[in-house]
Nanobody, 122 residues
């Protein structure tokens, strides 16, 4: 069982930045494939970014590419999502997840955090 706890969400003006963190339990974090997803009210959960266990495979949704950066610190059992140039349409609850493989499909992820709210105002 893996427990994930997100933090770092909040209210920010358009054009601003936030850094989300996701702390994971377990002694084998370095083997985890990690993903970030988000869900806006009335919409389905959508892929944001993913990094495989080695950090050698990183993918982003087209809507965030060039603005968001996923990274990990295995010594701290933590994955991060740096979000720059935020837009109103980035408003959502953001979730981190551990997956069997590093994909864009939510169904490939087994463990999920409780989510952190990001609200971007104009």
């Amino acid at each position: 069982q893996v427990q994930l706890v997100e933090s770092g969400g909040g209210l920010v003006q358009a054009g601003g930045s936030l850094r989300l963190s996701c702390a994971a339990s377990g002694r084998t974090f370095s083997t985890y494939n990690m993903g970030w997803f988000r869900q806006a009210p009335g919409k389905e959960r959508e892929f944001v970014a993913a990094m495989n266990w080695s950090g050698g495979l990183i993918t982003y949704a087209g809507s965030v590419k060039g603005r968001f950066t996923i990274s990990r610190d295995n010594a701290k059992n933590t994955v991060y999502l740096q979000m720059n140039s935020l837009k109103r349409e980035d408003t959502a609850v953001y979730y981190c997840a551990v997956g069997r493989v590093s994909t864009q499909r939510p169904d490939d992820y087994t463990y999920w955090g409780q989510g952190t709210q990001v609200t971007v105002s104009s």
